[in-house]
């Protein structure tokens, strides 16, 4: 019986055995020793990624995808939604910590080439102003106008790009007083142009049939010159001259206005208007540039009231198309946003 206890004590105590045991241990303590930190940057920030050049959103959600979209939401805030509308924001990086279930994401904006993009763009609208204002003088007025109506389309442009820079932590080439001193010089020199240019305007009565001139409408032609005037330019008409200057444009509107016939017992009246605006270049050369026409409808138990409610209408009418016209052709600034 002895022998057979002691096999089994050797077997116990064989190096295998003993060589088993330690490495186990080893393996324990190098999987204890190998679990790697918290990584720096969820403190916020990171010496990989420094705060003058990018912008660094760092979140912790139980849920992964979760803690990537604050991630993202986090950059977002700091540039005002600049990144958002610029693009760029990637995941540099995620970690969990499985004692806490905590999914952690660190989400990094590089906004030099934000910067520089919206620097070179800046410089490109600042250039196109300056030329515009340089020339007002060398030009021609209409030529000067179209140039001074491009360079004011840019302006809110040009504050969104300043706005940008400032939202990514940059510096605009222009602070707020130039900027806004920029903007007034531009006005005041579209102005000055706008006063030098004439434009006649006349209105006639029309044959609906032929579409023959008849009788002059004085009240409709100074609806048409209390509208130059109002938009900033010099009007004209046959029997008042407001200015030296040679004509630039001539405004010409016709309305016809006749009676329809409705049923007999019907107790209104029915008037039907037509207007025709013809604008013609008369420093480009004297060419008709555009005929804008309109008609409509005008009830009423009065004839009269009719009649005169559908005057007015075509009124209405000449005024905002020579205005619409105008806008379209670069000869006004463009309307300003909400």
Same mark, same amino acid.
């Given at each position: ?5 002691? *096999?089994?004590?050797?077997?116990? +105590? ?20 190998? /679990? ?6 969820? $403190? ?15 979140? *912790? ?7 990537? /979209?604050?991630? !993202? ?5 700091? %540039?005002? @939604? ?24 660190? &989400? ?10 919206? $620097? ?24 000067? =106008?179209?140039?001074?109506? &491009? ?6 442009? +040009?504050?969104?790009?300043? *706005? ?5 932590? @940059? ?18 020199? !579209?102005?000055?142009? /706008?006063?030098? #240019? ?25 609806? #048409?010159?209390?509208?130059? #005037?109002?938009?900033? !330019? %010099? ?23 006749? +009676? ?14 037509? &207007?025709?605006?013809?604008? %013609? ?10 005929? =804008? %026409? ?22 209405? !009418?000449?005024?905002?198309? =020579? ?7 670069? &000869? ?7």
């Amino acid at each position: 019986m002895r022998p057979a206890r002691r *096999a089994r004590a050797l077997r116990f +105590r064989s190096p295998v055995g003993l060589i088993l045991g330690a490495g186990l241990l080893l393996v324990f303590a190098a999987s204890c020793a190998s /679990k790697p930190p918290p990584p720096d940057w969820l $403190a916020g920030s990171s010496t990989r990624f420094p705060e003058d050049r990018f912008v660094v959103g760092v979140a *912790a959600n139980a849920n992964a995808e979760a803690s990537v /979209k604050l991630a !993202f939401a986090s950059v977002s805030e700091q %540039t005002k @939604g600049e990144s958002e509308r610029t693009g760029g924001t990637r995941v540099e990086e995620t970690w969990f910590d499985a004692e806490s279930n905590t999914h952690w994401a660190l &989400a990094v904006l590089d906004r030099q080439p934000v910067l520089d993009q919206a $620097a070179q763009e800046l410089s490109a609208i600042d250039t196109q102003i300056a030329g515009a204002l340089a020339n007002v003088n060398a030009e021609a007025p209409e030529d000067a =106008l179209r140039a001074l109506a &491009a360079a004011t389309s840019r302006i809110p442009d +040009r504050d969104m790009l300043r *706005a940008r820079i400032v939202n990514l932590g @940059g510096t605009p080439t222009r602070d707020d007083a130039s900027a806004v001193a920029q903007a007034q010089q531009i006005a005041r020199a !579209f102005a000055d142009v /706008k006063r030098q #240019l004439r434009i006649e305007v006349s209105s006639f009565e029309m044959n609906a049939k032929t579409g023959e001139t008849g009788d002059p409408l004085a009240e409709n032609r100074r609806a #048409l010159a209390q509208r130059v #005037l109002a938009l900033g !330019f %010099t009007p004209d008409t046959a029997d008042v001259a407001w200015g030296s200057d040679p004509i630039w444009l001539r405004v010409e509107s016709k309305v016809a206005i006749e +009676r329809l016939f409705l049923h007999p017992n019907d107790k209104l009246v029915a008037v039907h208007w037509d &207007a025709a605006l013809e604008i %013609t270049n008369v420093a480009g050369g004297g060419d008709v540039v555009a005929v =804008l %026409t309109q008609e409509g409808r005008a009830v009423h138990l009065s004839e009269q009231e009719a009649r005169r409610r559908a005057d007015a209408d075509a009124r209405d !009418f000449a005024a905002a198309a =020579l205005e619409q016209w105008l806008s379209e052709n670069g &000869a006004l600034p463009p309307a300003a946003g909400p």
